[in-house]
């Protein structure tokens, strides 16, 4: 299976400005996002992004570019520890090409697409993104009208007359950088709202591979009990046709016949573990759960990456819930400086338009008639400066929060990677103990006592052939479950670093990296 290491890029316009967010993943070229794309958030200025009217929800599909397009100098380098010899079992019947099977790079495709999780994530992209011109924007101006029908009680004027209407259009202007901060705030929330979308993705390809492996296992075992069972029936078989001659004796073939049995339930229970597995990997696509999903015969198990502070290095640069907590840092300080703003008037213009008749007027021989304009200033007095205060604590208190949380997921990736880490190197040396040790003497044993018991050497009954064939078949179902389990550690690892590992990035280019 190809794998093309990829790096997630969210690109918004918002206001002018153009915001980078790289995120690491990995998958064939084409797919739609971690490790398949990137989303794109279009802004009104005309940039990518679909038109303002018609469909609804606008958001633009996620798009991939190449991880040497998007490769930045603060990227380390981590290589792949390669498995020991012996991937494929000996004498394991290989599985052939099963039709509806699928490679795992197409289930990670689907799930992106469909998983209604991701969907929800993008949505809430566009949400936020669609807050942006609404607070960069003033408020409605107001418009006030005054009619007096009644001139006998309405405003007279000697030298201008009877005023039977009167209106005052306003526009309220906040201090100077303001509507900045408010645009500046808007799109650190939608960079998080990114980086939650890139972390959204990253846990449903992680449950993809996980469930993948799981229903990769059932079926691998589903393989070995059907094939024991020949065997386990080849050898009641021997025992029926021995015992009337006194070869073999009843508790051999009641033997024989209760492990026939033990094998029925065992592909029965197995049946109903292959059913989980498949439903779980349709939930994580978003697809029929009664569809018969089948896995692809020629995943390879991943070697674990090293050394162990380069993971550290790459989940500091690429984890997407650590650059979000980086981003909400960021919003914090705007706000602590919007917060500030509050301690300024805001000023509000006006005209004012006063109509004037002789008509009606106390004094029509002096009265001029003439309409009156005139212009009017206001402002907002911040006299309240206690209430101000309390108001940039309070932002530079939310803005402490944000930096002890950014440590505190700081510390848990380490706390995870390690962990992974350890798990992973420890499932992958049993697996190089069973596929070295265990299995070429577990074949060999069965081997030759089952040859012995069809020669019918003296001293050896079904009792060594079974212990031998049990011996076998629990060996190799313990590599099956120890690969699954090796690949859906790797999966939970590549989550807590951020990217795909068994690649080797390319060499760093020029130009800006991720936030350190």
Request: hydrophobic share 45%; aromatic share 4%; glycine share 6%.
């Amino acid at each position: 299976m190809m794998r093309v290491r990829c790096r997630i890029r969210f690109l918004i316009a918002v206001g002018g400005l153009a915001l980078g967010i790289p995120v690491a993943g990995c998958m064939q070229p084409g797919l739609v996002s971690w490790p398949a794309g990137s989303a794109s958030v279009a802004n009104s200025a005309g940039e990518e992004g679909p038109p303002a009217r018609g469909r609804d929800p606008r958001v633009v599909p996620a798009r991939l570019e190449s991880a040497r397009e998007r490769e930045g100098p603060d990227r380390p380098e981590v290589s792949a520890a390669p498995l020991p010899p012996g991937g494929a079992l000996e004498d394991e019947p290989r599985p052939s090409a099963v039709p509806g099977a699928m490679p795992l790079d197409a289930c990670i495709r689907a799930a992106l697409d469909g998983n209604a999780t991701v969907r929800a994530a993008r949505f809430n992209v566009e949400a936020l993104r669609q807050r942006i011109p609404q607070v960069t924007a003033l408020d409605d101006p107001i418009l006030s009208n005054s009619i007096y029908p009644i001139p006998s009680v309405a405003p007279q004027y000697s030298l201008m007359g009877y005023m039977p209407y009167g209106a005052l259009l306003a526009q309220q202007f906040p201090w100077c950088g303001t509507l900045r901060l408010r645009g500046l705030a808007a799109e650190k929330d939608v960079r998080i709202a990114l980086f939650e979308l890139a972390a959204t993705e990253l846990d449903a390809v992680a449950a993809t591979k996980r469930a993948y492996h799981d229903l990769r296992y059932a079926e691998r075992a589903e393989v070995l009990l059907i094939r024991n069972r020949k065997l386990a029936s080849e050898f009641l078989e021997i025992a029926r046709a021995r015992y009337p001659t006194a070869t073999a004796s009843q508790p051999d073939v009641l033997r024989s016949e209760v492990a026939v049995t033990d094998i029925d339930r065992e592909i029965e229970d197995n049946r109903a573990a292959l059913a989980d597995a498949r439903a779980e990997l349709a939930r994580v696509m978003h697809a029929d759960p009664e569809a018969e999903l089948r896995t692809a015969p020629d995943l390879a198990v991943e070697g674990i990456p090293q050394p162990l502070d380069r993971l550290y290095q790459l989940a500091l640069s690429a984890r997407p819930d650590l650059q979000g907590r980086l981003a909400a840092i960021d919003r914090d300080e705007a706000a602590v400086a919007l917060a500030r703003k509050k301690a300024y008037p805001n000023v509000t213009l006006g005209v004012l338009y006063q109509d004037m008749e002789k008509t009606n007027a106390m004094t029509p021989q002096t009265a001029g008639g003439m309409p009156n304009v005139g212009l009017f200033v206001g402002m907002n007095l911040p006299v309240y400066r206690k209430k101000i205060a309390a108001g940039v604590c309070e932002a530079q208190a939310r803005a402490a929060a944000d930096r002890a949380l950014y440590e505190a997921e700081r510390d848990q990736s380490r706390r995870d990677i390690k962990a992974l880490f350890a798990l992973a190197r420890s499932q992958q040396n049993v697996l190089a103990i069973l596929r070295r040790s265990n299995l070429p003497a577990a074949r060999q044993m069965l081997r030759l006592t089952a040859s012995e018991y069809r020669s019918n050497v003296a001293g050896v009954d079904f009792l060594s052939v079974a212990a031998a064939w049990r011996d076998l078949l629990q060996v190799e179902l313990q590599v099956a479950r120890s690969e699954a389990e090796l690949g859906k550690t790797i999966a939970s690892l590549e989550r807590g670093v951020g990217v795909q590992l068994n690649d080797s990035p390319p060499p760093a280019a020029a130009g800006g990296g991720p936030r350190p």
